[in-house]
């Protein structure tokens, strides 16, 4: 049997960068595992929009489709606009069964991600006892996903690092440059901003700007294309075919 096409829906966004990024980690995905079709749909700005990949799959015959949203929380566009999508692309294609698979994070292999991003911005593991670290993320309105980011800077704060706060580019309060002084008012000397994102733009030009401004010592770059992220989408798109861990799929 063919296996599922994976289509990897990401947000899109005038800034190329982003589109760049997102193909460029697809590419990989494509490398990690030869044979699986993968396509990636926008939901805005870039192209291919989602329903037009759906529809140019059904076309050609395909019969299963796992939609795995390239997103890093459970916010709006996972809860409501993606499945709205998904739905309505459906209806007008009967012959196409679509499930939609859980997002990103939170995930060990996105905190992976995160070191490999500080380490090659220059932190090493003996750095970690007397640098404050800044989670920057992109920012929600939903409470869940912001318990999520504070969830996971808690987490890091246990792997070393003499103090960890989150913050936010948008939406949500602290703002990175906020994070950064409160760091240093505690007393912390050396500042490391991590952006908990996916690709480059505007809100991750945000993150940056702040860390500039604040002063902090180390920027790391977007999570991009790393390894581990790669292979973090593969395992999303089999958790989403095991029976059990199944969500429901999209028009049934």
Known sequence: MTSPVLLVIAHG????????????????????????????GFLDFNAPSVPRVLERLAAEGTGEVVALPLLL????????DIPAVLREARAGL????????????PSPLLNAALERRLHEAGVRP???????????SAGSTDPEAIAVIA????????????????????ASLP??????????AEGVRRVAVAPYVIAPGRLPDRIAAGAGEAGAEVLAGVLGPSPELARLLLDRYHESLV?????ASIGA
Not at 73 to 80: C, E, G, L, V, W
């Open 126 to 136: 003996g750095d970690r006892g007397s640098t404050g670290l800044v989670l920057a």
């Open 151 to 170: 969830e996971i800077a808690r987490e890091l704060r246990h792997t070393g690092w003499c103090s960890v706060r989150p913050a936010f580019a948008s």
């Open 13 to 40: 966004s005038r800034d190329p960068r982003h589109a760049a990024t997102v193909h460029a980690l697809t590419a990989r995905v494509r490398a990690l595992r030869p044979g699986l079709r993968v396509e990636t």
């Open 73 to 80: 929380t459970r916010a709006f566009h996972a809860k409501s």
């Open 175 to 184: 703002r990175t440059e906020d994070a950064v002084r409160a760091l240093r």
């Open 94 to 105: 009967p012959r196409l069964r679509v499930r939609q698979a859980e997002v990103l994070g």
């Open 243 to 247: 029976p059990a861990a199944r969500p």
